[in-house]
T-cell receptor, first 114, second 112 residues
């Protein structure tokens, strides 16, 4: 079974700190790696995504770092805010399906304390 | 407002029954995927529809089936419900070739 393994399961960070969530994938056919943010009672919302032709992508306070040889990627949230408290999911999938047919990680519950 | 609407929001069914969940996508979104999200886990891909045809399926049995309609709405049907089918069911849609599927808020199905 092609898995995406995500860690940590839960994370507590102080306001203004850096939140780091890591993922590892097995399927070398994956070439699209999004991160989703999910609040209670809501569906996942796309946060940021990367393709393996770049090693880093930054959008505002959110950065994805990608290591193709290690088959690992991570999400960094700079200057974390209480409003960032949510569950974060990494995922992988084939780019030709443009983000559908994703394999998701188990999720990380992030709590940012004020 | 994500533009993807799912109904109902909550549903309780008895084991062995059948259920139909509905999704209304944004106009022009000709590709829809359905996911099952068990409590405390990530979503799992069920299947995808493109232009009213199934276009890929995850590791789910045939009692999970779907339909996509020309008006950008779709359905997920589950027959012979089992207790383990209790989950949040999410649909996500996009333009073909578009990136970043938009998820609905889901239908919480409880099988008792």
């Amino acid at each position: 079974q092609q898995q995406v393994k995500q860690s940590p399961q839960s994370l507590i960070v102080q306001k203004g700190g850096i939140s780091i969530i890591n993922c590892a994938y097995e399927n070398t056919a994956f070439d699209y790696f999004p991160w989703y943010q999910q609040f209670p009672g809501k569906g996942p919302a796309l946060l940021i995504a990367i393709r393996p032709d770049v090693s880093e992508k930054k959008e505002g306070r959110f950065t994805i770092s990608f290591n193709k040889s290690a088959k690992q990627f991570s999400l960094h949230i700079m200057d974390s805010q209480p409003g960032d408290s949510a569950t974060y999911f990494c995922a992988g999938g084939p780019a030709e399906t443009s983000g559908s047919r994703l394999t998701f990680g188990e999720g990380t519950q992030l709590t940012v304390n004020p | 407002e994500t533009g993807v609407t799912q109904s109902p929001t909550h549903l309780i069914k008895t084991r062995g029954q059948q259920v139909t969940l509905r999704c209304s996508s944004q106009s022009g979104h000709n590709t829809v995927s359905w996911y099952q999200q068990a409590l405390g886990q990530g979503p799992q891909f069920i299947f995808q529809y493109y232009r009213e045809e199934e276009n890929g399926r995850g590791n789910f049995p045939p009692r999970f089936s779907g339909l996509q309609f020309p008006n950008y709405s779709s359905e997920l049907n589950v027959n012979a419900l089992e207790l383990d089918d209790s989950a949040l069911y999410l649909c996500a849609s996009s333009f073909s070739g578009g990136e970043g599927y938009t998820f609905g808020s889901g239908t919480r199905l409880t099988v008792v």
